[in-house]
């Protein structure tokens, strides 16, 4: 093996250039690969951290407005959810898959006051279980519970940006449990404070969907209900189920049995099963842009070997002429491409990971401005150890493949016309 290693750095170090070159194009190849594959996953990481929490298994319906004219009513009715929707979504109709439900009701429009700090609020009536199917996450204190429910109790759950603005750019958050603030006349009590995005426009306010229903609220309308549902496990019975959920609700709000659009639904399983394929369809499609370009660089790796062939027939054939087998050549042939490419691969791989660094530091690290909101693109953009497992699997195979066909050329070579060769 040791005489093997002294001929391929004899080898190379005859064609330094040549080598480098050639080199050259496996590297970028590789350090493609791995820092598109490592910006896939940052984008990734941005839709995964923005969905956790939240229960995959959940379904949110809005009104909307119908797509048709039926029962006397022109196309464009506006359809709003009320309290009966509650009652037809806890009906046995469902019963087979529904478990869960819940409702909530926003009113914005309120001046809220903290001492001598006043800011322009909206407040989010809602349930207990909310906190559970939106994968809240409280940093100090409570959120809403039954008994908040039951009593109609002026509590309110705020976010921790709204009380690092109570506490003048302090995070003592505990300090403000139990405190009091004004929502118009009325006082109401914090009992907890919750994380919120701070890279999105997320700024409500919580407060029990009975307090906000008997006091500020005079109709039975509602934004939006939400439940979590089992036994539907495929796209296909997703569908089925709420083609028939929205015949139901359609039917009561006078809108045609099969309008698609009067009830709008937000179904997190379907979603989730869609960003997976998404995820899916953009590592083949980045894999695909990688392998491209390290093809450039194999095929370079392979005209360098068919060049050092011809170089070397005079040679092969002396080795041939006093025993060496065809084998052995071929052996050695290989063994030098699989050796260049190995080497500038793992040189791109290292460059293309310090990039995902770079990227991480500089693009995952300062969100952009885009519409007045701060937005980041992307999240921890890495590739794991097993994309660096396949990337060195690829470069042994593609350096083999590379080397295959010289090595073959090489073998091949008679010993009396390699003699004859200049």
Known sequence: MRDVFIEIWESVRRNK???CLTGFAVAWGIFMLIALLGAGNGIMNIFDSNSEGITVNSMRVYGNSTSKPYGGFK??????????DLKLTASPVFEDHIDEISASLSQGGFMMTYGKRYFSVSLNGVYPDIARLYGIEMLSGRFINHNDIEDKRKVLVITHLQARNFLGGKEDYDSL????????NLSFKIIGVRKSAENTDDSEIYTPYTTLRGIFSKSNKIDMLSFTFHGLDTEEENEAFEKDYKRVLNTYHGAAPDDERAIWISNSFTMNMQMNQGRNVLDVFLWVIGLFTLLSGIVGVSN?????????THEFGIRKAIGASPWSIMKLIIAESVSITAFFGYIGMVLGMIACRVLDATVGSNPIEVLGESITIMQNPS???GVAAEATLLLIIT???AGLIPARKASRVKPIEALRAE
């Open 383 to 385: 590739v794991g150890l």
């Open 399 to 401: 350096g083999t493949l």
């Open 304 to 312: 360098i070997m068919l060049i050092t062939v011809k170089e070397r």
């Open 177 to 184: 449990l139990g405190q009091r603030v004004k929502i118009g």
């Open 75 to 84: 196309q464009g009715r506006l359809i709003e959810l009320d309290e009966h």
């Open 17 to 19: 250039l040549r080598t």
